[in-house]
């Protein structure tokens, strides 16, 4: 009987900026011991967080909970303003940030267009640290929305002159489009991003989940329940008529849920580490998937800079 096959994504797993920012963790405890705090879940993985508590990192959400004289991280998703302000009050020993450098970016963006006399539209989740983020960089005249059904309540004359979009990273590339068009009707004088605000990873990993999508009969997607990339993966794979699960690990998977695939498609959100796709690769092999193809849609070579007092 001819091998069932699983069909492995390239790019998959950890971007750039989550590779960052789990290193500066790692490095933070190595060079100043644990404990170590980080503001929120340094990057939405179970796997990566569990393993960053076992090393001593703890996590916590408010300032208040960090004693004085110690070490302090930002997670990748960013952080408000009103945040900074708090921790710099405090006498810590050492804070570093660990906001992915293309969340920086959009940071810098809305700053500069405030500071110019836009009104700001933020397309993203609400409730997502992330944009909660990227929000608190400016005090007023930011509005957020999530559907282009939003547009309609926002209480923005249509035409305003200083009007401006930026987006959360993490998006869906094709429905961001569709509503950064509607906003565009809805507001001629838009000034969009000079360059997409979605980042590269979250764009090549949904390149790679259609092109999967065109030959498969199931779609895994490795990654947690509140990482924003990984669901929009999965989303992308069933709007494109392919069923498709978010899993944390191999041991979600059981001969139910594979039936009637003879293809699998597997790629992983960019949060989630190479060892959970090689536990889903073993688990597969033992339902019969031992023929492993490749789909490359692109190389990535990115990388991002530690802070200076963390390099070797």
């Known amino acids: 009987m001819k091998d069932k096959k699983i069909i492995l994504a390239n790019p998959r797993g950890f971007c750039a900026g989550v590779d960052r920012a789990i290193a500066i963790v790692e490095k933070a405890l190595d060079k100043y011991g644990s404990p170590i705090y980080v503001r929120h879940e340094v990057v939405h993985n179970k796997y990566v967080v569990d393993d960053l508590k076992e090393r001593g990192a703890i996590f916590i959400e408010s300032i208040v909970d960090v004693p004085e004289n110690s070490t302090l991280i930002y997670s990748a998703h960013g952080v408000p303003l009103s945040v900074r302000k708090e921790a710099e009050a405090k006498k810590l020993r050492m804070i570093f940030d660990a906001t992915c450098p293309l969340v920086s970016k959009v940071h810098v963006e809305i700053k500069n267009l405030h500071k110019h006399g836009y009104i700001i539209v933020m397309v993203g989740h609400k409730g997502h640290p992330e944009v909660e983020g990227t929000m608190g960089q400016v005090s007023d005249n930011i509005y957020l929305i999530e559907t282009e059904a939003d547009i309609k309540s926002l209480p923005i004359p249509s035409d305003v002159k200083k009007i401006a979009v930026v987006t959360q990273t993490t998006l869906s590339v094709d429905e961001t ?3 950064l068009d509607k906003l565009q009707q809805a507001f001629p004088n838009l000034r969009k991003p000079k360059n997409e605000d979605i980042c590269y990873a979250t764009q090549n990993r949904q390149d790679a989940v259609k092109k999967m999508a065109e030959v498969c009969d199931l779609v895994i997607v490795i990654g947690s ?14 709007n494109l008529g392919v069923k498709s699960f978010l899993i944390d690990f191999a041991t ?3 001969a139910e849920s ?4 003879s293809c699998i498609g597997l790629t992983a959100g960019a949060s989630a580490p190479e060892v959970l796709v090689e536990g ?10 031992n023929d492993i193809e490749t789909l490359t849609t692109v190389e990535e070579h990115m990388i991002f800079a530690l802070p200076a007092e963390l390099r070797n």
């Open 177 to 179: 489009k569709v509503i």
């Open 225 to 238: 329940k509140n990482s924003s990339n990984s669901n929009r993966l999965k989303e992308l794979a069933e």
């Open 252 to 254: 979600e998977i059981s």
């Open 258 to 261: 594979l039936i009637g695939a």
């Open 280 to 289: 889903v690769i073993k688990k597969l092999n033992s339902y019969g998937f």
